[in-house]
């Protein structure tokens, strides 16, 4: 089958590989379209450590049940997605359905022992897939795991009718992010954003935007929103919007750190203990909170049409990546389609 193999940081190739097989208790899914999310390109340059060469990543995936292995009553056709956050099935953290917790957990897509969505044809447990309906445009199926991310971020924040919050980042994580407030009902949203393109798909996802160039970000957000924020989601996760965060926000605020740009941070402590602002770190989701989003998402909200930015084949993946590598300032989500 093809894949798209990270062959070296920096360098992407479409080769064939093994075809995987399902097991006892696993599907195989044929892939029609994964989206490349930012994890991925930072395992593309190789910033975050959570990659490496030889594998073939890939999680936000949507296609069709091709096959399944003993034990497993799946209809075969059928469009579906796959929660890539695969627990030991046994623990506490599983049984309580937060495998996010689980220490012997693997991603599907960060794991290197195991092809994963960027190739033609995936294996995962059947208790990860979720089935959607036939008549949903498959595309959104691709979009349920960063979805997914965004609605566990602002449950963790505990985002309700009460709240004024403030996204940092308004790329694809961050638009996910912001929907899961509205989702939650929260009374404003405003999402903090430098990049012109980033900012008009959020407003047109009906969302108050500010801009970086226009003045420190708290200050924006007190007059915009009469007052500071009482939730931030920070969807970059780097010094400076953790520093926006406590800037903006009310004393007592909850500040989620759902962005993943640097492994280390600079804080201010002072903000955190005097300010008795909440930290709060969001990792994945729970297969609940993926299990909601795939329902919502199944519902065809009409927000979910302006999120694409592009589809791409499987030959111009390793284009893309090095395109968007260079941050040229695609304000949606890009797909690769495999079939």
Same mark, same amino acid.
């Given at each position: =089958?093809?894949?798209?193999?990270?062959?070296? #940081?920096?360098?992407?190739?479409?080769?064939?590989?093994?075809?995987?097989?399902?097991?006892?208790?696993?599907?195989?899914?044929?892939?029609?379209?994964?989206?490349?999310?930012?994890?991925?390109?930072?395992?593309?340059?190789?910033?975050?450590?959570?990659?490496?060469?030889?594998?073939? =990543?890939?999680?936000?995936?949507?296609?069709?049940?091709?096959?399944?292995?003993?034990?497993?009553?799946?209809?075969?056709?059928?469009?579906?997605?796959?929660?890539?956050?695969?627990?030991?099935?046994?623990?506490?953290?599983?049984?309580?359905?937060?495998?996010? %917790?689980?220490?012997?957990?693997?991603?599907?897509?960060?794991?290197?022992?195991?092809?994963?969505? #960027?190739?033609? %044809?995936?294996?995962?447990?059947?208790?990860?897939?979720?089935?959607?309906?036939?008549?949903?445009?498959?595309?959104?199926?691709?979009?349920?795991?960063?979805?997914?991310?965004? %609605?566990?971020?602002?449950?963790?924040?505990?985002?309700?009718?009460?709240?004024?919050?403030?996204?940092?980042?308004?790329?694809?994580?961050?638009?996910?992010?912001?929907?899961?407030?509205?989702?939650?009902?929260?009374?404003?949203?405003?999402?903090?954003?430098?990049?012109?393109?980033?900012?008009?798909?959020?407003?047109?996802?009906?969302?108050?935007?500010?801009?970086?160039?226009?003045?420190?970000?708290?200050?924006?957000?007190?007059?915009?929103?009469?007052?500071?924020?009482?939730?931030?989601?920070?969807?970059?996760?780097?010094?400076?919007?953790?520093?926006?965060?406590?800037?903006?926000?009310?004393?007592?605020?909850?500040?989620?750190?759902?962005? =993943?740009?640097?492994?280390?941070?600079?804080?201010?402590?002072?903000?955190?203990?005097?300010?008795?602002?909440?930290?709060?770190?969001?990792?994945? %989701?729970?297969?609940?909170? #993926?299990?909601?989003?795939?329902?919502?998402?199944?519902?065809?909200?009409?927000?979910?049409?302006?999120?694409?930015?592009?589809?791409?084949?499987?030959?111009?993946?390793?284009?893309?990546?090095?395109?968007?590598?260079?941050?040229?300032?695609?304000?949606?989500?890009?797909?690769?389609?495999?079939?």
């Amino acid at each position: =089958m093809k894949a798209v193999v990270l062959k070296e #940081f920096g360098t992407m190739a479409v080769e064939d590989v093994d075809t995987p097989t399902p097991g006892p208790g696993e599907i195989r899914l044929r892939v029609r379209l994964t989206g490349i999310c930012g994890s991925d390109l930072h395992g593309f340059t190789g910033t975050n450590g959570r990659r490496v060469p030889g594998q073939v =990543m890939g999680h936000e995936t949507v296609g069709v049940v091709e096959s399944v292995g003993d034990g497993v009553d799946l209809p075969l056709g059928a469009l579906a997605t796959l929660n890539p956050v695969v627990g030991c099935g046994t623990c506490g953290a599983c049984e309580a359905g937060t495998e996010q %917790y689980c220490a012997t957990k693997r991603v599907i897509g960060v794991d290197p022992t195991r092809t994963a969505s #960027f190739a033609e %044809y995936v294996v995962a447990p059947a208790a990860n897939v979720i089935t959607l309906p036939a008549t949903m445009p498959e595309e959104y199926g691709a979009l349920i795991e960063p979805l997914a991310v965004g %609605y566990h971020g602002a449950r963790r924040g505990s985002v309700g009718p009460d709240d004024r919050v403030l996204v940092l980042g308004g790329g694809p994580i961050g638009q996910a992010v912001a929907l899961a407030a509205q989702r939650l009902g929260a009374a404003r949203v405003v999402v903090s954003e430098p990049h012109e393109g980033r900012r008009a798909l959020c407003r047109a996802l009906g969302f108050e935007v500010i801009d970086l160039a226009a003045g420190p970000v708290g200050e924006q957000v007190t007059e915009l929103l009469d007052g500071p924020a009482s939730v931030a989601l920070d969807a970059v996760g780097a010094s400076a919007t953790v520093a926006d965060a406590f800037a903006a926000t009310a004393l007592g605020a909850r500040v989620v750190l759902v962005g =993943m740009a640097a492994p280390r941070l600079e804080l201010d402590a002072f903000a955190v203990s005097t300010g008795e602002r909440s930290l709060i770190g969001a990792f994945t %989701y729970t297969a609940r909170d #993926f299990a909601e989003t795939a329902r919502w998402v199944g519902g065809e909200p009409p927000q979910l049409a302006d999120l694409v930015e592009r589809t791409v084949p499987v030959e111009r993946a390793p284009a893309q990546f090095t395109e968007l590598a260079a941050e040229l300032g695609v304000a949606g989500k890009v797909l690769v389609r495999f079939s």
